[in-house]
């Protein structure tokens, strides 16, 4: 059976986002004053095949624990729903 995992990578709140104040003031500029705080990451979608919705959970759980996450400044969520 066909699974989608869709996957979303976030730096830790303890590590500086440059980029997320860079697009912070980029939003001020355009006059957008009430934004608190820009945060910016990754979305990976996965397309598997897999037995179960248990092993395509057990896929996503690897893939991104051993190369899509730095989990040193980088946490991790994921939803794995049949395709």
Do not use: F, W
């Amino acid at each position: 059976m066909k699974y989608i995992a869709e996957i979303t990578i976030m730096p830790l709140k303890e590590i500086l986002d440059p980029q997320g104040k860079a697009v912070k003031s980029g939003l001020s500029n355009l006059g957008i004053k009430n934004i608190s705080e820009v945060r910016i990451g990754k979305h990976i979608s996965l397309e598997m095949e897999a037995s179960s919705k248990e092993e395509a959970e057990k896929n996503a759980e690897m893939a991104c624990k051993k190369l899509l996450a730095n989990l040193i400044m980088e946490n991790y969520s994921y939803v794995v729903k049949e395709a």
